[in-house]
């Protein structure tokens, strides 16, 4: 079975792509929502219907409670869907129960059979806490298995995704992803996040992506397991992950947590339901909070699956707009821990320089101290490094109309980057960043001019500088129409 993946458009370390499996595709970044093989709360035609077209389910499970009829049938049959399916080698349960009879032969043996599209080899998830030595052997029994599978089953139709391992051990993150590359894989899922999130230490799991997105190539998708919360998922997808999996639709729903896109409710407290999702629209939170557990669970659920896509959509669009950044620091004013994770990100600026548009139709926000390590400013910042050049013994700073002048170099200023050649003035981003004045807090112009050796560097008094925009001018010096100086909505 062929698997491409083919990217579309960029944004930071996001990306929007298509994933092409067993002649069917799916739009990343996607998210699978995890279903139990033997009873689905939410039928799986419904799922379709909500326009999820992929669905994660344990393997292990099915071939413990219902063997027999899946070989006969095959797992789209048995389940009822004919999206795509991805199985998970249901290592966790194999350990679990000690069940020594099952290898990596009987796990993959079983998933090729039953049809599954893309399917984890048999791996041990390292889990956190953990200690150095066991977080090693779980890379290692991981690894070994993966590279067994695919050498002897490689040529089945089944795609096979191979698991990365080592928890919150960088080195040993990036030894196993580098090892699965070596080996083969086209596929990567990312394993351990889980108990990571639970104590909300997100800071470690942006290291944790990113000493996996730097090990694998960049056009390489990457799965991450058992992602499915709305606040941090636009922050994965930041950094490079292109799809998820995830209960915690229902596992939320049966505690009544109620998911918004900006953080999770608990029912029992809520007098309203902020959403008109077809389950909100038809109910009240009252009504929801007297219903039966089953059938409150089944709402719940239905609510939370609707607004995990909405976030998905969100990234798309996000990407699409060229404006991943923001998003991802507006999820992070939720919580304290998120905003730590955000500043993280931040850390890694220059690695998200890789899939940032080098011009965008957006203008630039400056709202916090953070932004100003946006990739956008240090692309900007190395176009300008080339272009300031001294060629007359004047400097005048300039804004608006007055920038044809004569008898002198002339420059404008950025909020950020400080004094640039008036000439790139139509150039992304030097006129299309605005700054909240708080943070504006570019380097004293006069100083960066005289210290390039200028005799004398004038500029307009203050109070009389207008933004450097002028319709005239824009037109004829917009280097493509993407170029374009529209001011930042
Ligand atoms: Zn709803």
Redo the contacts with the bound molecule.
């Keep these: 079975m062929g698997f491409t993946f083919e990217v579309k458009e960029t944004d930071l370390l996001g990306r929007v792509g298509e994933i092409g499996v067993g002649g069917k595709t799916l739009e990343t970044p996607y998210m699978f929502p995890v279903i139990h093989p033997v009873s689905q709360l939410i039928p799986t035609q419904e799922l379709a219907s909500m326009g999820y077209r992929g669905l994660m389910t344990n393997s292990y499970i099915i071939r413990s409670r219902r063997m027999e009829e899946a070989l006969d049938k095959g797992i789209h049959s048995l389940l009822g869907y004919d999206g795509v399916f991805i199985t998970d080698s249901g290592g966790y349960q194999v350990l679990e129960y000690g069940d020594l009879e099952i290898g990596y032969r009987e796990v993959a043996e079983f998933q090729a059979r039953i049809g599954s599209e893309l399917a984890v080899t048999l791996d041990r998830p390292t889990g956190y806490p953990q200690s150095r030595p066991v977080a090693k052997s779980t890379v290692d029994y991981s690894f070994q298995n993966a590279k067994a599978t695919l050498e002897e089953y490689g040529d089945r139709k089944t795609v096979w995704v191979g698991p990365i391992q080592g928890g919150l051990y960088g080195d040993l993150v990036r030894k196993s992803a580098k090892a699965l590359v070596g080996a083969g894989f086209g596929f990567l899922a990312l394993g351990s996040p889980v108990q990571v999130m639970e104590n909300y230490m997100f800071s470690d799991l942006v290291d944790m992506i990113m000493a996996a997105r730097r090990a694998i190539p960049y056009s390489t998708p990457l799965h991450l397991f058992g992602a499915g919360h709305p606040l941090t998922m636009p922050l994965a997808v930041a950094l490079g992950c292109d799809t998820f999996d995830s209960a915690s639709y229902v596992l939320f729903a049966r505690s009544g947590r109620y998911m918004t896109r900006s953080g999770v409710l608990t029912l029992q407290s809520m007098k309203y339901?902020p959403?008109?999702?077809p389950?909100?629209?038809a109910t009240s939170a009252r009504e929801l909070t007297e219903m039966e557990h089953r059938e409150r669970t089944r709402v719940l659920s239905?609510?939370n699956l609707?607004?995990l896509r909405e976030e998905i959509e969100a990234c798309k669009e996000a990407i699409s707009e060229g404006r991943l950044w923001d998003l991802v620091e507006e999820k992070s004013m939720a919580h304290p821990r998120l905003r730590d994770a955000f500043a993280r990100m931040a850390r890694y600026s220059k690695d998200l320089e890789v899939g940032t548009p080098a011009i965008k139709d957006r203008g630039l926000f400056v709202r916090s101290t953070l932004d100003l390590l946006r990739p956008e400013f240090a692309i900007a910042k190395e176009k300008l490094a080339g272009a300031m050049k001294k060629s007359s013994k004047a400097a005048m700073i300039v804004q608006g109309e007055g920038a044809e002048t004569e008898g002198g170099d002339a420059y404008g200023v950025h909020p950020v980057l400080g004094p640039y050649p008036a000439e790139l003035r139509f150039q992304y981003p030097f006129s299309q960043t605005e700054a909240a004045q708080a943070q504006n807090v570019p380097p004293d112009p006069k100083k960066v001019l005289k210290a390039m050796g200028y005799d004398r560097v004038t500029a307009p008094p203050s109070g009389q500088r207008k933004p450097a925009r002028s319709r005239r001018t824009r037109r004829a010096a917009s280097p493509s129409p993407r170029a374009s100086s529209a001011p930042p909505r």
């Design positions: 339901l959403c008109s999702c389950a909100c629209a239905l609510h609707h607004v």
